[in-house]
Nanobody
Framework: QVQLVESGGGLVQAGGSLRLSCAAS????????MGWFRQAPGKDREFVAA???????????YYADSVKGRFTISRDNAKNTVYLQMNSLKPEDTAVYYC???????????????????WGQGTQVTVSS
């Protein structure tokens, strides 16, 4: 069974930084595109960032406009782990953050919730003003 386990969430003041990690089990990481999504209270889950699978490469990235320039997604294929570095955090970034994996991604980037096959349990990020 594939598992994605997020960590790194917490409480931070506005302007601060956090780094989220998502560790994937099994062979999920090979040829898998990875994504981060978030869901704030009373709102729908939304796309945050995605990274493609390219063998021997760090992958291509894509971001939601709301986080572009502040967040950075990266992956370490040797560790089966994807990261989300979040800088200049704002109170509106407060949400549960979810990691997701898409099998057989064919080096593409995927941004839709329904595109992804596996999801983590989520990690809470709270940004105080």
């Amino acid at each position: 069974q594939v598992q994605l386990v997020e960590s790194g969430g917490g409480l931070v003041q506005a302007g601060g930084s956090l780094r989220l990690s998502c560790a994937a089990s099994g062979r999920t990481f090979n040829n898998a595109a990875m994504g981060w999504f978030r869901q704030a209270p009373g709102k729908d889950r939304e796309f945050v960032a995605a990274i493609s699978w390219i063998s021997g490469s760090s992958g291509r990235t894509y971001y939601a406009d709301s986080v572009k320039g502040r967040f950075t997604i990266s992956r370490d294929n040797a560790k089966n782990t994807v990261y989300l570095q979040m800088n200049s955090l704002k109170p509106e970034d407060t949400a549960v953050y979810y990691c997701a994996a898409k099998r057989n991604s064919n080096v593409l980037i995927w941004t839709g919730i329904s595109d992804y096959d596996y999801w983590g349990q989520g990690t809470q990020v709270t940004v105080s003003s």
